[in-house]
């Protein structure tokens, strides 16, 4: 899965799961970038409980509940719960978290935005 290059852009795993359809949606983003914060900078700041609405350039707009927000060493980080199958209607939001490692160019941990459809459907 691809970051996008864009840090003001959020991506979507595809093929893959689209916005409402039953199975994990995974979108993810850049936390910062050189130049300061970038499009999911906040996601640390979401709790259980909390909504995103997900919408679309048509004006669809979808509510998903936020159920945890978890940060996971790169390598140890549960990929399927995170990418794997499910009968629930869900959404996963990845970004970086952790110290930044010049050599290796990247974060030391992931951190995933675990949320679900509200209502259910």
């Known amino acids: 899965m691809d970051v996008p290059e864009d840090t003001e852009i959020v991506g979507i ?30 996601l640390k700041k979401l709790r259980p409980g909390d909504t995103i609405i997900v919408s679309n350039k048509t004006g669809r707009r979808l509510t998903y509940v936020v159920e945890s927000v978890e940060s996971f060493i790169t390598a140890e980080a549960p990929l399927e719960r995170i990418f794997g199958d499910t009968e629930e209607h869900r959404l996963n939001l990845i970004t970086c978290t952790g110290k930044y490692s010049r050599k290796k160019k990247e974060h030391e941990m992931r951190l995933v935005v675990f949320a679900k459809l509200q209502n259910g459907t």
Do not use: C
Request: net charge negative; glycine share 16%; hydrophobic share 45%.
């Open 13 to 42: 795993l595809q093929p893959g799961v689209l916005a409402g359809a039953k199975g994990n949606v995974i979108m993810d983003g850049h936390v910062d970038s050189y130049t300061g914060p970038a499009i999911f900078f906040n």
